[in-house]
């Protein structure tokens, strides 16, 4: 985990002209969760998944690169290491996210994608679910959808209605995802993109674990 949020650091503090991107660090878990998923991926795959600049991207390449995270071949593509994933896998855990997995849930009808993620203990940070929706639309999500798990059933926050009295197919396909367990959070975002929807349930994940 240091090596990740130390790279970040020199990488945000880096000598050089014009304006400097800011990106998040959710961002830089996208593109380490891109390359584990999908790698090798070429640069210009992973600058079409992550909406970023060309420039951009290949400069976190070369960060990651440095500090053996990620593995960068000419003609090759890009692929995660060993060190990367571990590094992933810590960061996540540390922002208390047990797990992250798309959702097969046409009858949303939301968008093409739906990605749900885990956040354990997190019920306490859930009002309404607007600032979940919020977080998620930012990060150009379709819409969202935030459960908590009380009581041994996911409620829908605010009226703290069953999920399975108002959808039982989502609240059965949620349950047959995680391993749920008392005061834990469930974050459903959706976008007709795979990685948006990705990352809108990560700036979610993290916007209840800051």
């Known amino acids: 985990m240091a090596k990740l949020l ?12 014009g304006p400097k991107v800011e990106v998040p660090l959710p961002k830089l878990l996208l593109l380490l969760r891109i390359l584990g998923s999908e790698g090798p991926i070429g ?62 849930a046409p009858h949303l009808k939301m968008g093409a994608f739906n990605v749900a993620v885990q956040v354990k203990g997190a019920a306490s940070k859930v009002k309404m679910g607007v600032e979940q929706r919020d977080e998620a639309v930012k990060a150009g999500a379709l819409g969202a959808l935030t459960l908590v798990f009380k009581g041994g059933r996911l409620l829908i926050p605010g009226v703290e209605e069953p999920l399975e009295g108002a959808d039982p197919r989502l609240a059965q396909a949620i349950e047959g995802l995680f391993q749920l367990e008392e005061g834990d959070v469930v974050a459903l975002c959706s976008s007709n993109e795979r990685w948006v929807a990705e990352e809108a349930a990560l700036a979610v994940a993290f916007s209840l674990t800051a």
């Open 43 to 104: 640069r210009y795959a992973l600058v079409s998944r992550l909406k970023l600049g060309e420039g951009v991207v290949r400069s976190m390449l070369s960060m990651l690169a440095r500090q053996g995270l990620v593995e960068v071949r000419r003609g090759r593509g890009c692929r995660l290491t060993p060190e990367g994933l571990k590094e992933l896998e810590a960061i996540l855990r540390s922002h208390r996210i047990a797990d992250l997995k798309p959702l097969d």
């Open 6 to 17: 130390e790279a970040l650091a020199k990488w945000r503090g880096r000598a050089g002209r």
